[in-house]
């Protein structure tokens, strides 16, 4: 396993779901994670980033305040929680990883991600 993500669902507008991205970390030396998301006949879109090294996650201005990314360090995971849901963010979600941190401007870049998991949907119903 490289990049495994788990944790999608069908979940009403204003619920909550947490995502899940486990990662082979070590063995590929992957430091900076991300999540991307792609809705249906739509282009791939950043949601947000972490640094394994600990500094504060970022996120896309569309999801601000509604979702958060954090790790766990013991289980190479990384989580996406994403409350207040809206029906504009069902999508196949994409956890992504590299093995430098990449500067805030060029976090959305897809083509900077060495990894990718092979996505899990949410749907969320209005």
């Known amino acids: 396993v490289q990049l495994q993500a788990s944790g999608g669902g069908l979940v009403q507008a204003g619920g909550s779901l947490r995502l899940s991205c486990l990662a082979s970390r070590r063995q590929f030396n992957m430091n900076f994670l991300a999540w991307f998301r792609q809705a249906s006949g739509k282009d791939r879109e950043f949601v947000g980033s972490i640094y394994w090294g600990g500094e504060s996650p970022t996120y896309a201005d569309s999801v601000k305040g509604r979702f958060t990314i954090s790790r766990d360090i013991a289980k190479d995971t990384v989580y996406l929680q994403m409350n207040d849901l809206k029906p504009e963010d069902t999508a196949v979600y994409f956890c992504?990883?590299?093995?430098?941190?990449?500067?805030?401007?060029?976090?959305?870049?897809?083509?900077?991600?060495?990894?990718w998991g092979q996505g899990t949907l949410v749907t969320v119903s209005s």
């Open positions: 992504a990883a590299r093995q430098n941190r990449l500067v805030l401007s060029g976090r959305a870049n897809e083509g900077a991600y060495s990894w």
